[in-house]
């Protein structure tokens, strides 16, 4: 912005007749300075419209040739979100230019309001933006082949949520009446695990037995022996066993338990939906599919605790809270806990008609990120500026002889807004 | 700051150009400001109904080329503005549109010459197309 050259407030003029203290030695007047900034802040928007436009490119050209990541993954963002945002961006435009009205007809506590509403607006687009990067981040719906969806910390009740994967609404089966259980969930196969025979373990943090109401110690991580001391007596057969086949089967025609729809269901899932990315092919390709834990005979025991990386989802009490990051401790003896996230019959549908997505869908979100995110930082310059006028406000800088701040900020604001006006559709509502 | 009565002789008339600048009258300002959010109610339901693809994104797109034009002339003053600030800005948005533009065109003449597969033959960098036959 300009004009910040600004000669220290003495009040008198330099022979040219203008009041403010502001006008610079070098204009001829407070028009000419004006007009000279307002030109330079057009050109800096045009600027602006350039510099956008190199990712307008990015859009444009990925869109047309590739409708499909489009159509599949707008689905991902928030229209409720987007819709709000626009509406805050556009008050604050207003107020923005109600401010400039504001300071030419010197009302300087309608300038301060405008001005602190401005700020306010683009305080909450910022954390409305918050939320949505929050839980893109949280759901791993990131850039290029951060795009992972089904490996997040929200673990099986995202997977079941986005459904990309396998139309799977129970990715996780906990059986523990047929002695094994069984959870999709996160995986580091490299591998494409349809290629014969190969078998991913999931790490298990802890496991033991629980004895009554009181858990035991963790005893040891996956491919430990388990400590022999220290342990109640009944543990040490069942839970060798149980240490040694932690593993995924990861082939299509998986012996493990379904529910529901059966291994036909699944199959049939499986050849709908082929996976995606083979390092979670486990935990998405189909029902049932996942861990399986044997355990030996569990008739023994009354109740076995595992905890393992593979996160699965919130108990339906704690459904709900997508962020949730907690590891589920499977009891024995209850035979089906089947946690997962209890969708609407909507959302199910929903999900359902989402199917798979298509090969990088990632690069929608590289975009998405790349524009909304420079959209993002010129709302924090916008910001700062409008604080910074804010302040000069309150000191009575703004007169109707200078008010040029003023108006060049809120060009720049529009210009902001502008932007925006052609991202939310853009971005949001594709069809 | 004393010197707010310097333009007080162009206090006459409220709404016109007032002082340095154009003032903007407040209806102009609220009407500009509700048409854009009633757009943006419009063009979130007119995704909700299906056109087909195409028409919905330019359905879309017109009412973003309609909101962008009512921020433009109003909140940013352009038809209250001088001339040359248009030109500048409808100068850039041609160029962007130009470069949008012909960046579609020409990227379709390289959709068989992906330089990192190997089973499609690259075509010949300069100079015309070979005729088959």
């Not at chain 1, 699944?266 to 996942?290: F, I, L, S, T």
């Not at chain 1, 916008?382 to 002889?401: E, N, Q």
Request: charge should be negative; proline fraction near 6%.
């Amino acid at each position: 912005m300009t004009a910040d050259q600004a000669h220290p407030p003495h009040a008198d003029d330099h022979g040219h007749g203008h009041g403010s203290p502001f006008i610079a030695h070098h204009y001829d007047d407070a028009q000419h300075q004006f007009d000279s900034g307002k030109l330079g802040i057009w050109l800096f928007l045009a600027q602006e419209v350039l510099f956008f436009s190199a990712l307008f490119v990015a859009y444009v050209l990925y869109r047309y040739h590739h409708p499909e990541i489009y159509s599949y993954a707008h689905q991902y963002l928030d229209v409720k979100y987007g819709a709000i945002n626009t509406a805050v961006l556009i008050f604050s435009s207003l107020t923005a230019a109600w401010a400039v009205r504001c300071a030419q007809l010197s009302q300087r506590r309608g300038l301060i309001l405008c001005l602190s509403l401005t700020i306010a607006c683009a305080c909450g687009f910022l954390c409305i933006k918050y939320i949505e990067y929050t839980h893109k981040v949280h759901e791993h719906i990131l850039f290029g082949r951060y795009f992972d969806p089904c490996v997040s910390s929200g673990g099986a009740e995202l997977l079941t949520k986005n459904n990309n994967c396998a139309g799977t609404k129970s990715t996780i089966v906990w059986d523990y009446g047929a002695g094994s259980a069984t959870a999709g969930c996160i995986t580091d196969v490299d591998q494409d695990p349809r290629a014969a025979g190969v078998q991913a373990s999931c790490t298990v943090k802890e496991y033991g037995v629980t004895e009554g109401a009181e858990p035991a110690k963790p005893e040891a991580k996956t491919d430990a022996k388990p400590a022999a001391g220290g342990a109640e007596p009944a543990k040490p057969k069942p839970l060798e066993t149980f240490k040694r086949d932690i593993t995924e089967q990861c082939a299509e025609e998986s012996p493990l338990h379904h529910e529901g729809g059966g291994e036909a269901g699944a199959a049939h899932h499986a050849q709908k939906y082929p996976c995606w990315r083979p390092a979670y092919q486990p935990a998405v390709c189909k029902k049932g599919v996942g861990i399986l834990v044997e355990y030996g005979d569990h008739t023994e025991r009354e109740d076995i605790r595992i905890k393992a990386e593979c996160k699965p989802s919130p108990k339906p009490a704690d459904a709900g809270d997508l962020l949730a990051d907690r590891e589920q401790t499977l009891e024995l003896g209850k035979p089906q806990i089947a946690p997962r996230h209890q969708l609407t019959v909507h959302e199910e549908q929903q999900l359902e008609a989402m199917g798979p997505p298509p090969e990088h869908t990632g690069m929608f979100f590289t975009i998405y990120f790349a524009m909304t995110g420079l959209h993002g930082i010129h709302v924090l310059f916008g910001i700062g500026v409008f604080t910074w006028l804010l302040i000069r406000a309150t000191k009575g800088h703004f007169t109707p002889d200078y008010f040029g701040p003023i108006d060049y900020a809120a060009l720049y604001w529009h210009i902001v807004d502008l932007i925006w006006i052609f991202l939310f559709p853009l971005l949001y509502l594709i069809h | 700051m004393s010197a707010a009565a310097d333009t007080a002789d162009h206090h006459d008339h409220h709404d016109d150009h007032h002082g340095i600048s154009h003032v903007a009258s407040l209806k102009v300002l609220l009407g500009t400001g509700g048409t854009l959010l009633m757009l943006t109610l419009v063009t979130v339901a007119a995704t909700k109904v299906d056109f087909g693809a195409n028409i919905n994104l330019a359905l879309a797109m017109a009412i973003a080329v309609v909101k962008a034009t009512l921020v433009i002339l109003f909140f940013m003053h352009l038809k209250y503005d001088r001339l040359f600030h248009t030109v500048v800005f409808v100068g850039a948005i041609l160029a962007a549109s130009l470069f949008v533009g012909f960046t579609l065109m020409d990227s379709n003449q390289y959709q068989q010459t992906n330089i990192w597969n190997p089973d499609a033959p690259p075509a010949a960098p300069f100079g015309p197309r070979p005729t088959s036959g």
